[in-house]
């Protein structure tokens, strides 16, 4: 499979504190099914979509005070050169560029603004197999409140051409299209959005990733049921059918209905 371009996201993985429960969740929700990994990479588990596909991972958390997360990674042909631009750019780095064997590099970051993100550096691990599906990761948007400071990031680290949407002020929201690419549906790759007054102060800055589903409101009835919340929704937009929950072990991630879209999208 070809490679992913600097700045598009290529990968997800969530740490949990109970790989076996998270496996159990994530199994009935999509229908995943699971390769079992490694006592050297941690047990790294990798997630598959009924047609075998390779969609995202599952892995145990190392040390019981990081967080219970969905990680999002962006790809990048040189990792250390894309580290030299995140602390120039007054980013921050995680933890620096470490060779995972032979399936690639990996580094984890915050931005200005305190979201953390990753970088992955293919070798044989490419990334997705599939997204943009039922089952499979389909959109992420950084949540900030500094959004000039983190708009300017990720433009300078990755190149990104981006474009505004709504007015700045009572809805601000940006998206970004990889370096080269003209700033249209079909190319953005990632969206920013600012957190206003309605958001509780102690939110973190923070990554949301989307999951498709085929039924929304039949999903958030199963997370319920699974002993997942459901934080918000589900809504209509011009996107999809969404809601904004979290598994039983309290990782926070979206699912869309991308075949249902009620209105126009913002200019």
């Known amino acids: ?30 229908g995943w099914t699971f390769r079992d990994g490694e006592k050297e990479y941690g047990y790294y588990t990798q997630a598959f979509a009924a047609d075998g596909k390779n969609v995202a991972a599952l892995s145990p958390k190392p040390d019981g005070r990081m967080p219970t997360v969905w990680n999002l990674y962006l790809a990048s042909a040189d990792a250390q050169a894309t580290a030299a631009r995140i602390r120039e750019a007054g980013g921050q780095l995680v933890t620096e560029p470490m060779a995972v064997g032979s399936y690639g590099t990996m580094l984890m970051a915050a931005d200005p603004g305190g979201a953390v993100f990753g970088v ?12 943009g599906e ?9 949540l900030t409140r500094d959004a000039e400071r983190v708009d300017t990031f990720y433009e300078t680290v990755f190149g990104y051409g981006s474009r505004q949407i709504g007015d700045g002020e009572n809805f601000d929201y940006k998206v970004f299209a990889p370096e080269g690419k ?3 549906p079909a190319n953005v790759v990632l969206g920013r959005f600012r957190m206003g007054s309605e958001f509780p102060a102690e939110l973190p800055a923070h990554y949301d990733v989307y999951f498709g589903v085929e039924d929304a409101d039949r999903a958030a009835e199963t997370i319920r049921r699974l002993g997942g919340r459901v934080n918000r ?3 209509d937009s011009p996107f999809g ?3 904004v929950v979290a598994d039983d072990q309290g990782a926070n991630f979206s699912i869309i209905d991308q075949s249902r879209t009620v209105g126009d999208v913002p200019a």
């Not at 499979?1 to 009935?28: I, N, Q, T």
């Not at 039922?134 to 950084?142: D, F, K, L, Q």
């Open 182 to 184: 003209d700033v249209t």
């Open 134 to 142: 039922p089952g499979s990761y389909t959109w992420a948007e950084i």
């Open 241 to 243: 059918r969404f809601a």
């Open 120 to 131: 992955w550096q293919a070798g044989t691990h490419k990334g997705f197999e599939k997204s």
């Open 233 to 235: 929704g589900p809504d």
């Open 1 to 30: 499979m070809a490679g992913y371009a600097d700045g598009v996201p290529c990968w997800v993985d969530a740490m949990l504190s109970d790989l076996e429960a998270g496996k159990r969740f994530y199994g009935e929700l999509f």
